[in-house]
């Protein structure tokens, strides 16, 4: 059982910078991959990236590619999505989720099995 808690989001304007933390609990982090999703009003939850238990794979979504940047820490139990030249596009809530197949990098939401409660993030223009 894992249970993640975001934070790190908040008002930023366009061409600014946030930092995403999810902090998990549980004895077992250091076995899910992880993956950030946002989901804007009126739009589908998206994965915005993902990374395996390891950290040695990694993946981005075409938008966020060269602006974020994941990583994690198994011994903090923590994982991080450093967000720069965020756009008003960016704006979104964003959930930290963790799926039990640590080797595999999925971009699809159903395959995570543990998910926060999400942090918002507006970019404003």
């Known amino acids: 059982q894992v249970q993640l808690v975001e934070s790190g989001g908040g008002l930023v304007q366009a061409g600014g910078s946030l930092r995403l933390s999810c902090a998990a609990s549980?004895?077992?982090?250091?076995?899910?991959?992880m993956g950030w999703f946002r989901q804007a009003p009126g739009k589908e939850r998206e994965v915005v990236a993902a990374i395996s238990w390891t950290g040695g794979s990694t993946y981005y979504a075409d938008s966020v590619q060269g602006r974020f940047t994941l990583s994690r820490d198994n011994a903090k139990k923590t994982v991080w999505l450093q967000m720069n030249s965020l756009k008003p596009d960016d704006t979104a809530a964003y959930y930290c989720a963790a799926d039990d197949a640590p080797a595999t990098v999925t971009t699809t939401p159903g395959d995570y099995d543990y998910w926060g409660q999400g942090t918002q993030v507006t970019v404003s223009s």
């Open positions: 549980g004895p077992t982090f250091g076995r899910y991959a």
